[in-house]
């Protein structure tokens, strides 16, 4: 989030609602003035490419713009509109969003663009049910039977949230805790779990429609649970592991 001075805002494109901040729909240089027509037939495999990388760029900083609550729960956002400021055309950005309603982020408005979910606090303490029934029995029997050694080697990426968390960076807070939890679980080798896992835990991030934006001071919470559940690991208590994972989940719907 940026401090102090002006902001650049986008304003909504069919009017109403809340501004967005120009951050929700940053994009790295190398994705810019991605144009695919009239190129060389030869070249079509590279452009095909460099169009997938181009719509994959911007579905992660739609991601983030959605994890930060720059993208606002309720409003509407037109894949021109968006384009224009990526400084692509409209197709990658509507394929980005296609993608975003598959998995329940937005839903398609015909002839207008995109609106973003409206969740509720209901939604999210039925996804922390589903993840905890899931994740706790598959954690509790890796806790029984992974090594001491294969848990140290998931320091990293624990430590990775208690940085993003140290910042209030909250998207990259979101990638690294879907990291961790994602390492955990491929621990047991099913990567079908992990995937339905990843899918469940990725809806939980986004915003609440009353409540857009985590507290730093949450996010931190968050972290130091994932430390203390790998220190636990570590040594093997499994009855701490099992009064730690309960009480993540536990916190994770509130």
Same mark, same amino acid.
């Given at each position: 989030m940026?401090?102090?001075?002006?902001?650049e805002?986008?304003?909504?494109?069919?009017?109403?609602?809340?501004?967005v901040?120009?951050?929700a729909?940053?994009?790295?240089?190398?994705?810019r003035?991605?144009?695919?027509?009239g190129?060389?037939?030869?070249?079509?495999?590279?452009?095909?490419?460099?169009?997938?990388?181009?719509r994959?760029?911007?579905?992660?900083?739609?991601r983030a713009?959605?994890?930060?609550?720059?993208?606002?729960?309720?409003?509407?956002y037109?894949?021109?509109?968006?384009?224009a400021?990526?400084?692509?055309?409209?197709?990658?950005?509507?394929?980005?969003?296609?993608?975003?309603?598959t998995e329940?982020?937005?839903?398609?408005?015909?002839?207008?663009?995109?609106?973003?979910a409206?969740?509720?606090?209901?939604?999210?303490?039925e996804?922390?049910?589903?993840?905890?029934?899931?994740?706790?029995p598959?954690?509790?029997?890796?806790?029984?039977?992974v090594p001491?050694?294969?848990?140290c080697? *998931?320091?990293? $990426?624990a430590?990775?949230? !208690? +940085?993003?968390a140290a910042?209030?960076? &909250?998207?990259?807070y /979101?990638? @690294?805790d879907?990291?961790?939890?994602?390492?955990?679980?491929?621990?047991?080798?099913n990567?079908?779990?992990?995937?339905?896992?990843?899918d469940?835990?990725?809806?939980?991030?986004?915003?609440?429609?009353?409540?857009?934006?985590?507290?730093?001071?949450?996010?931190?919470?968050?972290?130091?649970?994932?430390?203390?559940? *790998?220190?636990? $690991?570590?040594?093997?208590? !499994? +009855?701490?592991?099992?009064?730690?994972? &309960?009480?993540?989940? /536990?916190? @994770?719907?509130?």
């Amino acid at each position: 989030m940026e401090q102090g001075g002006a902001r650049e805002e986008v304003r909504p494109p069919y009017g109403g609602g809340a501004a967005v901040p120009a951050s929700a729909i940053r994009v790295p240089e190398q994705a810019r003035g991605e144009h695919t027509h009239g190129e060389d037939p030869h070249e079509a495999p590279r452009a095909q490419v460099r169009r997938h990388s181009v719509r994959g760029q911007i579905l992660e900083a739609l991601r983030a713009a959605l994890v930060d609550g720059e993208l606002v729960p309720g409003q509407v956002y037109s894949a021109p509109v968006l384009g224009a400021r990526f400084g692509v055309s409209a197709t990658p950005v509507r394929e980005a969003m296609q993608r975003l309603a598959t998995e329940g982020a937005v839903e398609v408005v015909p002839n207008r663009g995109f609106r973003v979910a409206e969740r509720g606090p209901r939604e999210l303490a039925e996804l922390a049910e589903v993840r905890a029934l899931i994740e706790v029995p598959v954690m509790l029997r890796l806790a029984r039977t992974v090594p001491p050694a294969r848990w140290c080697a *998931l320091r990293p $990426l624990a430590d990775a949230t !208690v +940085a993003a968390a140290a910042v209030g960076d &909250r998207a990259s807070y /979101a990638d @690294a805790d879907r990291a961790f939890h994602g390492a955990v679980l491929a621990l047991a080798g099913n990567h079908s779990l992990v995937a339905v896992a990843d899918d469940l835990h990725r809806r939980s991030q986004w915003p609440l429609v009353d409540n857009p934006v985590t507290r730093r001071a949450d996010l931190l919470a968050d972290a130091s649970e994932h430390t203390a559940l *790998l220190d636990a $690991l570590i040594a093997q208590d !499994v +009855a701490v592991v099992q009064s730690l994972v &309960r009480e993540h989940f /536990a916190g @994770a719907d509130g």
